[in-house]
């Protein structure tokens, strides 16, 4: 394991606040990952197949996929998350959905693995009553035979229920591709948006994961939040290296509090430019 950083005991942290990681316990709920949270957990236990959430780099959608998951495998749900979806044959894909269910039963074609899976996905569903999710995050960079098996799968239903729910996670630019591919996109039932946080986001968001890490008092005055609002451009990915950076760099100044000119200091050693 990594060594831990100096400042913690500067701070009285029992952990880390302030890292990249996607650690779904330091995911603040904002307005719109609260939706994006309900949204999803509706079209999966409803069995209703579809829900995709868009959001630009850094707005919390991977961590937003783990929270998911973990909660889906506490719900009881068979829950396969796939972290790399950029396959480059749709049987490679298949294959790797079948082991994430411990259901690696391949048959000798891509044809026959598919019934296998088929079959599950029923038995699963009608005699288990289990429900089975798809998770997949940058699914951006799915290719248009995986978007193609993907819809395939979401084909297989009973009368009242789909047999694979699915959740994706994207970067915007996947829009303009579905926008393309109607017959993926028809299929659709939900859809979610993660946007940077406000201002008022971005402190509670701060706050609230230097609680998580067993932090007492937060050392960001009024002044230096904004200060790390202005530089991120409400970025939350560019907010928390900033904070860490911020941490250290009072630290090392032996300075309990983080103000706007400490941030400003430590967002030029960055280079992080003030969006304008
Ligand atoms: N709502 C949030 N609450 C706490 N941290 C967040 C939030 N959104 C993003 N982050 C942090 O920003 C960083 C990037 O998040 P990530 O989930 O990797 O974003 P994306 O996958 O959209 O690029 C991580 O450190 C993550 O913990
Ligand atoms: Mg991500």
Redesign the pocket.
Same mark, same amino acid.
């Given at each position: 394991m990594a060594k831990e950083p100096a400042y913690l005991s500067f701070f009285n942290l029992k952990e880390e606040p302030f =890292?990249? @990681?996607?650690?779904p316990r +330091? !995911?603040?709920? @904002?307005p719109l990952?609260h939706v994006a949270l309900q949204k999803t957990r509706y079209v999966v236990s409803a069995k209703k197949g579809l829900c995709v959430v868009f %959001? *630009? =780099? %850094? =707005? %919390?959608? =991977?961590? !937003?996929s783990r929270l998911l998951y973990q909660q889906f495998v506490d719900d009881g749900f068979t829950t396969a998350l796939l972290t790399n979806p950029s396959y480059p044959t749709a049987n490679q894909l298949l294959r790797t959905i079948m082991q994430e269910f411990e259901y690696p039963r391949f048959g000798r074609s891509y044809k026959a693995s598919l019934d296998r899976l088929k079959e599950f996905l029923y038995q699963q569903t009608t005699q288990e009553k289990n429900t089975l999710v798809l998770i997949v *995050?940058e699914a951006q960079t799915l290719k248009p035979a995986m978007l193609e098996f993907l819809r395939q799968l979401l084909n297989y239903e009973t009368n009242e229920q789909k047999l694979l729910q699915m959740v994706l +996670?994207s970067q915007n630019e996947l829009r303009v591709r579905l926008r393309r591919a109607k017959n993926f996109s028809n299929r659709i039932v939900l859809k979610a948006s !993660?946007e940077n !946080?406000s201002l008022t986001d971005s402190r509670e968001?701060l706050e +609230? #994961?230097w609680t998580v890490a067993g932090g007492k008092k937060f050392p960001f005055t009024s002044d230096g939040l904004e200060a790390i609002f202005d530089y991120s451009a409400g970025v939350? #990915?560019t907010q928390?290296i900033l904070a860490d950076n911020c941490l250290l760099a009072a630290f090392l100044k032996k300075q309990k509090q983080i103000n706007q000119s400490l941030v400003a200091e430590v967002a030029k050693d960055q280079e992080i430019e003030l969006a304008t």
């Open positions: =890292t990249t @990681s996607p650690n +330091f !995911l603040y709920a @904002s990952h %959001g *630009d =780099t %850094g =707005t %919390g959608k =991977t961590t !937003l *995050d +996670f !993660l !946080l968001m +609230f #994961r939350p #990915r928390v």
